[in-house]
């Protein structure tokens, strides 16, 4: 009797499971097809990031300028000769000032500056070390514009000065990173070594870049309510002081690779300098490397000051293509810094969207193993689209 009994109530409870199966299993796969369309779907690009990683990408490039202590003086008594045999490179340099022989061997220093919505700024130079020789001085900027890509006129100098004129020259251009589909991005280069104070050290303004905005406002909303400037060409993105000197404390081997981009990216991405003109010495103490690019951010909410850990987790490493040795040098999990390369500090606290990095690590022997006639970036972007305008490799 009890068994009889029993039975509606087993009947019903499978019927409830089995409804409830159906519940879950709908569930699931609906979740799954809307995850699917959402991979599927076309990737987003705004505010500088994509919706989707980019794929992975991978360049070799061949060096625009290599210099030593024995280079330097060559084309310096060239030029002081009035020959003028020596083949240019994208890099403006001239030597023609620079006293016979060096001090030293050469190094360089770098600093920045983030330009977005003010086409104008100060760079503050700092860590040429006292006692040191000027040899030159270059500016690397970058923007958003509508094609095609001109050189224009720029006013530079140290702050405060009434500074100099300049002609740019386009030394490159590649897709804008994630703001405006109409435009492209421009590197622009200049040389301004006799705009360099004496001491090298020094804060200097750079006005007159190209930029819809000009009252300094951040690239990014500011809150609910409170709309963002518009991504209107051109956006102005940066600019980068390069100065390279000699100095007594510096081994006179010390070695100088210098490679332009512009490259973008919002994935993998790797670039090979290949093809060095002098190999890359042995059983010097130092590396250093300086990166130069457009477009770090941390993220986009409250004027990009709230960071987006899954987008903005950049990573960076220093590779021996010869011999597969790899060193992560920025970025979290491993890197020596784990700050990342495209955080847009030249424009802390606004307006980002500029980077000028620069690390020492490990010894020369890393890279000149396997003959020393290459070494490789590589880069790992999570959908921050990012511009690598300028590597430079110092041997020290």
Not at 97 to 108: F, K, Q, S, W
Not at 264 to 290: D, E
Not at 320 to 340: C, E, F
């Amino acid at each position: 009797m009890r068994i009889h009994r029993l039975i509606p109530t087993v009947v019903a409870l499978l019927i409830l499971a089995a409804a409830t199966m159906t519940t879950v299993q709908y569930s699931v796969e609906s979740g799954t097809t809307s995850a699917q369309q959402a991979i599927s779907a076309e990737p987003v690009e705004s505010d500088g990031l994509s919706s989707v990683q980019g794929a992975e990408t991978k360049e070799d490039t061949e060096l625009d300028l290599y210099l030593d202590a024995d280079e330097v003086e060559k084309r310096a008594a060239a030029e002081q000769s009035g020959d003028t045999a020596i083949t240019p490179s994208r890099v403006p340099v001239s030597f023609k000032h620079v006293p016979i022989p060096l001090p030293g061997g050469i190094d360089h220093a770098v600093a920045g500056v983030g330009t977005r919505n003010s086409g104008q700024g100060v760079i503050r130079l700092r860590g040429v070390p006292p006692g040191s020789t000027l040899l030159t001085a270059f500016l690397i900027w970058g923007e958003i514009i509508p094609p095609p890509a001109v050189g224009y006129t720029v006013n530079f100098g140290p702050d405060c000065a009434v500074g100099a004129n300049f002609n740019s020259a386009v030394y490159g251009t590649t897709t804008q990173p994630c703001w405006n589909g109409a435009g492209i991005y421009a590197g622009h280069i200049i040389n301004v070594t006799g705009q360099i104070v004496a001491g090298i050290n020094g804060d200097y303004r750079i006005k007159g870049l190209k930029s819809a905005i000009t009252n300094n406002r951040c690239p990014w909303p500011d809150g609910p309510g409170c709309a963002g400037p518009g991504n209107a060409l051109p956006l102005s993105e940066g600019a980068s002081l390069v100065v390279v000197y000699s100095n007594p404390c510096i081994p006179r081997a010390a070695q100088l690779y210098i490679n332009l981009g512009p490259r973008q990216f919002s994935g993998p991405h790797s670039a090979t300098h290949f093809g060095l003109p002098v190999a890359i010495r042995p059983n010097l103490p130092n590396l250093k490397h300086s990166r130069i690019g457009a477009d770090g951010q941390v993220g986009v909410a409250n004027c990009g000051l709230r960071a987006i850990t899954s987008i903005t987790d950049e990573r960076t490493w220093i590779e021996n293509p010869a011999t597969g040795g790899s060193v992560q040098i920025k970025g979290d999990v491993a890197g020596l810094n784990r700050d990342s390369d495209w955080n847009g500090y030249d424009g802390e606290p606004l307006n980002k969207l500029w980077d000028s990095h620069t690390d020492v690590f490990l010894n020369s022997n890393f890279l000149a193993f396997g003959g020393g006639l290459s070494y490789r970036v590589r880069y790992l972007s999570q959908g921050d689209c990012i511009v690598w305008a300028a590597h430079i490799l110092g041997v020290r």
